[in-house]
């Protein structure tokens, strides 16, 4: 398969996913994988009888700069972003979830799973969950100090700024985890669906396009992981101009723009193409004059993990109606 690396590898080399790969394919097939430790290397003489089980030994550095060190996988986790409840999920490691933020309802597994809330997370609350280790995205009212505080470890991760970023963080919870090799296969996964989009887009980019996060018309602009599906479908996005990730736009802005496209985030809060349209002056917009204003759902467009693969594929199908049928 050709890779097209201007366009969709711009994150973890393929070849190095590969090469991870290849290391488990080696393993034997009558045993249980295990990942291989950041020195592990490999032996030119027979293994010994009894070998030595390898010791975990992991140090990871959160977005804040500050380093935690893992002697063991976190049995215990309590992960406050819908998006580290997926791709603890997805590597595999669901059972290792105490609690989750309450807005994390994918895979159907964390249903049962105890809900703190996300936006102001309760110290107390947290604490009764018995976690070995939090991971999260924001630090209200000084969580993280009043956690470690009390001993227990905290991971910081900022919110992704490109899918490159997401790769990268699938890696970093695969690797918390103790489950590199998954963590590689999912993102092996991603960019071959990637690339399977990508080496069908047309050489000349792709229609003008305005993302409604919601109906007071914040968008996704440039910095934002949303913004760079976009970039990377080559469509032309309107709140690039902004130079903001989350800028809020004018009616005029937006209509001076005169996308082409118009996909709404917020179809959830009520939000459609018949009420889009009905908006003072919208109806000269082209994409209201040719009934290209399209819903997605927000759960896969605005959580930066394993789905924001499916989103690109839909938004492909929707921004390519002639290519991907």
Known sequence: ?????????????????????????????????????????????????????????????????????????????????????????????????????????????????????????????????????????????????????????????????????????????????????????VVLEMLLRVDAVTALLPDEGGPSIFHELDSTLFSAGPGSFIADVYDILLADNIASATGSPFPQMSNEAIIDANPEVIILADEGLGETAESVAARPGWDVISAVQTGRVHGIDPDLISRPGPRIVEALEELARLLYPEVFE
């Open 1 to 185: 398969m050709k890779v097209l690396l201007e366009r969709s590898l711009r994150a973890l080399p393929v070849l190095l996913v590969m090469a991870m790969l290849a290391f488990i394919a080696c393993s034997d097939d009558d045993s249980e994988v295990a990942s291989p430790s950041p020195s592990a290397t490999v032996a030119s003489t027979p293994a010994p009888t009894n070998p030595t089980t390898v010791e975990f030994d992991v140090t990871i550095v959160g977005t804040d700069g500050d380093e935690l060190t893992f002697d063991a996988p976190p049995e215990r986790i309590v992960a406050l972003a819908p998006s580290f409840t997926e791709i603890f999920c997805a590597v595999g490691a669901c059972g290792a979830l105490a609690a989750v933020d309450e807005n994390s309802d994918f895979p159907a597994e964390v249903e049962s799973i105890t809900k703190l809330s996300g936006f102001s997370p309760s110290v107390e609350g947290i604490v009764a969950s018995e976690p070995d280790l939090v991971v999260i995205s924001f630090d209200p009212g000084g969580l993280k100090d009043a956690l470690e505080g009390l001993g227990i470890p905290v991971l910081f991760l900022d919110a992704p700024t490109s899918v490159a970023g997401v790769y990268d963080q699938i890696g970093v919870l695969g690797e918390v985890v103790g489950r590199d090799s998954e963590a590689a296969e």
